[in-house]
């Protein structure tokens, strides 16, 4: 069974810091590209960070460039974002996204997301 499950969104202040990490099941994790998305209300999802199945590789959107550090730990089967100096605008529902091309088939699997408010 596949699992991605998200943790560590919450409540900060303008400025401060969070790290989202997500747990992975069930599937080769050391295989899969792993994205960090987001959902602002009334916004649609948007990508917020990539990072390859070996590590070597990550990207960023500009909103987040200079901020955010996405990595990962393949031996833990975890995926983590690194959130600094967080803005009102950060404010959105975090989720997991793991994903891989095989064999003519795309694999494609999901968090249920971690909300993560920021505000004084």
């Known amino acids: 069974q596949v699992q991605l499950v998200e943790s560590g969104g919450g409540l900060v202040q303008p400025g401060g810091s969070l790290r989202l990490s997500c747990a992975a099941s069930g599937f080769t994790f050391s295989s899969y590209i792993m994205k960090w998305y987001r959902q602002a209300p009334g916004k649609e999802r948007e990508l917020v960070a990539r990072?390859?199945?070996?590590?070597?590789?990550?990207i960023y959107a500009d909103s987040v460039k200079g901020r955010f550090t996405i990595s990962r730990d393949n031996a833990k089967n975890t995926v983590y974002l690194q959130m600094n100096s967080l803005k009102p605008e950060d404010t959105a529902v975090y989720y997991c996204?793991?994903?891989?091309?095989?064999?003519?088939?795309?694999?494609?699997?999901w968090g249920q997301g971690t909300q993560v408010t920021v505000s004084s």
């Open positions: 990072i390859t199945s070996a590590g070597g590789s990550t």
């Open positions: 996204n793991a994903f891989k091309y095989a064999g003519g088939s795309k694999y494609d699997y």
